[in-house]
């Protein structure tokens, strides 16, 4: 997967300063030159402009790197099928999408209508208004592995497209032109130099690395070209396989916008902003946008648990209340990559890390100096004690999601913090439960802990021993369709 990049413009960039203002004149020409047989070779500006809505098909296979229950290859493999749908003319999405692996199974939707937007959860049964639609963030990742949409995005865009070089991949040669679209990092787009057709895209995506795009097994498709397969890889290696079953052009979304018959309608789905709550004294569970820690005044010093996206944040946070009292320990739950993300942040604090003895490289790898990252690692049970407060930090693996995990467990309080095995959803009623969480219950009752309340790094709601006995209990929706 290593790219060769020859650049064409090293000529130029070794030009006089007098010749500089021509680099942004050949770059913004070879742009539009790519651009436009890039238009031309996935059906022309015509048939483009005419593709008012798509629905695609999928079965896929993902490989779950940095996701899977041990911490080095061969990763788990996962399926999931579904559909994607888009109506570029009215900016409406729908999408639906089941999944088993890594101890989940899931089956929900989206539909992206404007005030008939829904969050759509066939498990559970349920479903909820979402507040805030936003078409452009939920279509995204459709449009990214679809080349139709992609370059008729980059055409609509093309005032921000700039002219990277040309590049070998494989024996290919390319054209890459990069640009932004309105969310998300930059994309580079290869162009087969021979056919013009899109082959590949890559982004960068802070804390997670390089995500590479392969669109490939193009077909005729009422006049424009769609790839029958797709491959996504995640720091060179595999991460996911697609094939597209089935792609229409130009068919109605009506019969797919229609919420399924016998949902329970559960309160509005709102943003998720950054938020504080103390649930017991001098103990706090910070976070947004779905990720969340838990930090604990042990008196002279702070513990924190979990190490999600957002740290800093959560971190300000908690000095609001707490001033510059010190953050002395700061637990991983285990070693997905979203898990360790903020170990840089709990570097910068000073903070000593614990993490399970089986996840000591992947924490090091995490910081900015691995080497001369302070570690405590926890083989079964670690036990921190100051003053009249205690933490007891526990690996209850192997569950069904990963080999270790540690949770936080303060006897006193009955509080136990723990991530991706029970989070109960912001709103509505408890969802049935998923493998992880059997397996967490397990676990829990070979302990023996006097839990009462349950915090997830993914949630900021509060769980309950009957709710976890109620998830244990209930059936999985029957849907409609």
């Keep these: 997967m290593k790219s060769i990049i020859s650049l064409a413009l090293a000529g130029v960039l070794a030009s006089t300063l007098v010749c500089a203002d021509n680099l942004t004149e050949r770059n913004v020409e ?3 030159a790519i651009i436009e047989a890039a238009v031309t070779a996935h059906g022309g500006e015509e048939k483009l402009g005419e593709l008012s809505t798509l629905v695609v098909e999928f079965e896929s296979i993902n ?3 940095d996701q899977s229950r041990g911490t080095e290859p061969p990763w788990d493999k996962n399926e999931s099928s579904g559909f994607n749908a888009v109506d570029l003319d009215n900016t409406t999405f729908v999408n639906r999408a089941n999944f088993a692996g890594g101890g989940f199974e899931a089956d929900g939707g989206t539909i992206i209508n404007g005030e008939e937007s829904y969050q759509l959860d066939f498990r559970a049964g349920t479903v909820a208004r979402i507040a805030e639609p936003d078409f452009d963030t939920t279509s ?3 449009v990214r592995v679809t080349p139709a949409l992609l370059v008729r995005t980059l055409q609509d865009r093309a005032a921000n497209a700039y002219y990277l070089g040309e590049a070998s991949v494989d024996g290919k040669d390319y054209d890459v032109v990069g640009f932004s679209m309105t969310v998300g990092p930059a994309i580079s787009m290869y162009f087969d130099k021979q056919n013009h057709l899109l082959r590949r895209s890559e982004r960068i995506f802070a804390g997670v690395g390089l995500v590479q795009y392969e669109f490939l097994d193009y077909e005729d498709i009422d006049g ?7 491959k996504l890889f995640l720091n060179g290696e595999p991460n996911i396989e697609r094939k597209n079953l089935s792609t229409r052009v130009n068919q109605s979304l009506d019969d797919l916008m229609v919420v399924d018959a016998g949902l329970e309608s559960i309160p509005e789905l709102e943003p998720d902003p950054l938020s504080r709550q103390e649930v017991a004294d001098g103990v706090w569970i910070i976070g947004g946008n779905n990720t969340y820690a838990m930090f604990v005044d042990m008196g002279e010093y702070v513990f924190a648990a979990g190490g999600t996206a957002g740290i800093p944040d959560r971190i ?6 707490i001033g510059d009292k010190p953050l002395k320990y700061a637990m991983l739950t285990h070693h997905h990559f979203d898990h360790v993300m903020g170990v840089s942040a709990y570097e910068s604090e000073g903070a000593t890390l614990i993490t399970s ?3 000591e490289k992947i924490a090091r790898r995490a910081a900015e100096n691995g080497d001369g990252l302070e570690i405590k690692t926890v083989d079964d049970r670690m036990t921190i004690e100051a003053g009249d407060r205690t933490v007891e930090i526990i690996d209850i693996g192997p569950t069904a999601h990963t080999e270790h995990l540690l949770v936080a467990y303060l006897p006193e309080e009955g509080i136990l913090f723990e991530a ?3 989070t109960l959803p912001r709103v ?4 049935p439960a998923v493998t992880s969480t059997r397996s967490f219950a397990a676990a829990l009752g070979r302990e023996e802990l006097g839990v009462k309340l349950i915090f997830s790094a993914h949630s900021p709601r509060g769980a309950t021993m009957d709710d976890l006995r109620i998830a244990l209990e209930t059936e999985v929706f029957q849907a409609s369709r």
Excluded: I
Aim: glycine share 6%; aromatic share 16%.
């Design 428 to 431: 509505g009623p408890v969802p």
């Design 316 to 321: 300000e946070s908690l000095r609001e209340v």
């Design 140 to 142: 995204g990742p459709f």
């Design 224 to 230: 424009l070209p769609f790839n029958r397969t797709f």
């Design 420 to 422: 991706d095995h029970f």
């Design 30 to 32: 070879q742009a539009n």
């Design 63 to 65: 490989y779950s790197v």
């Design 357 to 359: 003895a089986a996840h």
